[in-house]
């Protein structure tokens, strides 16, 4: 089994920042990517920020970019994300995404249980 923990959503005031952690556990044998998705109301999901664990290749959605920062600690299998400038836009449910290699079994993709942020203007 593997599992995500997330942390860090919480309330901002529209310019302020957030930092939301979100580390793996279980019977990981790799990790091969981890990003974070959002939803708001009434929205579909969609893919924020990703890292591959190896290549350090790195994608961000263009309305985030310069504002959202994505990193990794390969050590914890923890990726973070550093959110400054936020916006009432960036308000939703965030979700931590992983595509991890287990110990025993196939490639997988898991997600976390979602941590809402909320920017008010």
């Known amino acids: 089994q593997v599992q995500l923990v997330e942390s860090g959503g919480g309330l901002v005031q529209a310019g302020g920042s957030l930092r939301l952690s979100c580390a793996a556990s279980?019977?990981?044998?790799?990790?091969?990517?981890m990003g974070w998705y959002r939803q708001a109301p009434g929205k579909q999901r969609e893919l924020v920020a990703s890292i591959t664990w190896g290549g350090n290749n790195i994608y961000y959605k263009d309305s985030v970019k310069g504002r959202f920062t994505i990193s990794r600690d390969n050590a914890k299998n923890t990726v973070y994300l550093q959110m400054n400038s936020l916006k009432p836009e960036d308000t939703a449910d965030y979700y931590c995404n992983a595509d991890i290699k287990r110990v025993y079994g196939p490639d997988a993709e898991y997600w976390g249980q979602g941590t809402q942020v909320t920017v008010s203007s």
């Open positions: 279980g019977s990981i044998f790799r990790i091969n990517a």
